[in-house]
């Protein structure tokens, strides 16, 4: 399953809302209105100062058919109303705009009116692999430098995440240097763990969890085999899993940059997917970040 087909399953599924958090971004509105038009949303929640919305929109040769503005003062006031418009049921996604990413995640977090749904909230991006079919990378944007134990709730998170868009049982490759534990290698103990907890069911859904694991050799079969790595996830990983946030954001751009390959991200944890997105990112990676967060929440 690629991004095609992922676009394709949306559309016959249940209709979406989406509510843009500080929406003065034409890539964001761009993406948008090719949702609504490919029929993966319905409806299109902005907030902002509606002038600056429409000059966004206007500048990127957005029609706002579809699209309701809700005006906001200030950045904090727009991701709080769109983190209300979630809370109250009014929208089913939530998706950044034009603003930093500490600022919606503050309204997402807030005890009293926030939308956390998991202990911990981490990143998943989706990437299409040469062969065509769809593999999750996490965290390449939100947890720096995790314990075990917040390694244990990212991994759990993208293997709920895997099971909701349709990746049943995933294979879950947790990544280090070497393919071999190291008592002097915090990483490599740390993966063998989590093996050890996936072999024991220790995950909210099932997964076969293997590491540690070098990225050459989960993503090779051939180059495991040269290493004489005998693993059910070598070569065929459906979750590459990093242990620091620089390592997963350097294999996020490589992938994306230098591999061309497509790619969409999500924060997971809170009561929807979240659509994150950079400004740098295609129209296209937007809009299959977009259907990634639809497929998502109707796989739930």
Known sequence: MGFASLRKDVKQGPKRSLTVAWGIDGGVLTACRDALAEGLLTEVLITGPRDQVEAAAAEAGVDLAGFSIHVASSPAEGAAEAVRFIREGRSDLLMKGHLATSTILRAVLNKETGIRAQALLSHIAAVELPEGRLALLTDAAMNVKPDLAQKVQILDNAIQFAWSIGLENPKAAVLASVETVNP??????????????????????????????????????????QKGIESEVAGQADIFMVQELTAGNLLYKSLSYVGGLPIAGVIYGAACPIVLTSRADSAESKLNAIALACRALGGK
């Open 184 to 225: 002097q290698m915090q990483d490599t103990i740390d993966a063998a763990c989590l093996a050890v907890m996936g072999r024991r069911g220790q995950f909210s859904r099932r997964a076969v969890v293997d590491g540690p694991l070098a990225f050459d050799n989960a993503y090779s079969k051939e180059a495991a085999r």
